[in-house]
Structure formats: C-alpha cells, structure tokens
C-alpha cells in the first residue's frame, strides 16, 4: 500500500506537533510541580502568662509563661513530614526557654499550625546593666529559633530532603504583659 507524499508529510507534521506538545506539558510539569522549595515556620501569634520581674541588686532575673502558635506553610505539591525539634527563645545571646516542637506532617499546599506552651525563665545575668534598662524601659526583646528537618514526598515516590527555619525576633511589654513587634525571618 503505498502513500502519496503528501500524506506521509501531514503524518510527519502530526507527529511532530504531537512530540513538541509532550514536550512543553513535560516541561511545564516539571517547572511548576516538581520544583520543590523549603518551607517556611513562623510564630504566627505568642501571649504572655504570668510574668514577673525580680530587679533586686544582688540577682536580677524574669519569668514568664509564653503560648505560641507555629505556622509551618508548605507551598510544594507534596507534604513535608518533618522530624521532632526544639524551638528555643533567648535574651540577649542567652537561652531563656524551649519547647519541643512534635515530628508532623505539613500537607500539600496548606499551612500546619501548632500550639506551644514555653517557660521562659532567667537568673543571673552576665550583664546586669543592660537588664535593668531593658526592664526600666518597659521592653524585653526576646528572639525565638526553630530549624525543622524533614522531607518533601511527591506522589509517594519522589522524596527530597528540606528545611525550615524560624528566626523571630519579639518585644515583651513588661507594663502591659503583652508581645509587641512580632517579626520573623
């Protein structure tokens, strides 16, 4: 059976056109879907319970219960199981509390969020100057960090390793008892 040129040309241009169109849908999954990206963790909201100040000459030291809620946003098309962590907050360079941060699973396109309770607790001072200042001018600025580890799963199939971290800085109206300035990185 024999073709006349013609059609054996349309067929090749169909074949063609059928290649270049695989190609750019192909291409165009691998762009949008499988470009995986690290999640991100913030502290979305941190109230303040019972807080107390001691600034006596000898021991200046605070105390004071934090709830936080976490926001983990994972922007990927698959989700993010991540391993259990620790979400530490510090004062002026020095650890005042912590709090263990569950291994979860952050789905597809959604943001997980998570309850802490911390007690954040201080005695001693290395710079007992720079406290008393800090608690004269009404503000304690207190820094919170969390890195999770885990994987982003597509499909059941393609697993990639990622991280998350949080680096929020906050004010703590010791007046008020209140956080102000809630920022994170």
């Known amino acids: 059976m024999a073709t006349n040129p013609r059609r054996r040309r349309k067929i090749v241009t169909y074949v063609i056109a059928g290649v270049i169109a695989q190609t750019a849908i192909i291409l165009l999954f691998v762009l949008l879907v499988m470009r995986i990206r690290n999640p991100k963790v913030r502290l979305s909201s941190v109230t303040v319970e019972n807080l107390k100040l001691n600034t006596s000459s000898t021991s200046p030291s605070f105390g004071m219960q934090l709830h936080a809620q976490v926001a983990i946003k994972n922007t990927n098309f698959g989700h993010f199981k991540f391993d259990n962590t620790t979400a530490t907050i510090s004062?002026?360079?020095?650890?005042?509390?912590?709090?263990?941060?569950?291994?979860?699973?952050?789905?597809?396109?959604?943001?997980?969020?998570?309850?802490?309770?911390m007690s954040v607790s201080s005695k001693n001072f290395s710079s007992v100057t720079q406290f008393r200042s800090d608690v004269n001018s009404g503000i304690l600025t207190l820094n919170g960090h969390a890195k999770l580890s885990g994987k982003i799963v597509l499909f059941k199939v393609f697993k990639k390793k990622k991280s998350a971290e949080m680096n929020c800085t906050m004010d703590v109206d010791t007046k008020a008892k209140e956080i102000k300035n809630l920022k994170c990185k």
């Not at 509390?97 to 979860?104: F, L, P, R």
């Open 91 to 117: 004062y002026r360079g020095a650890a005042v509390g912590s709090a263990d941060i569950m291994k979860a699973k952050a789905k597809a396109r959604s943001t997980k969020k998570m309850n802490l309770t």
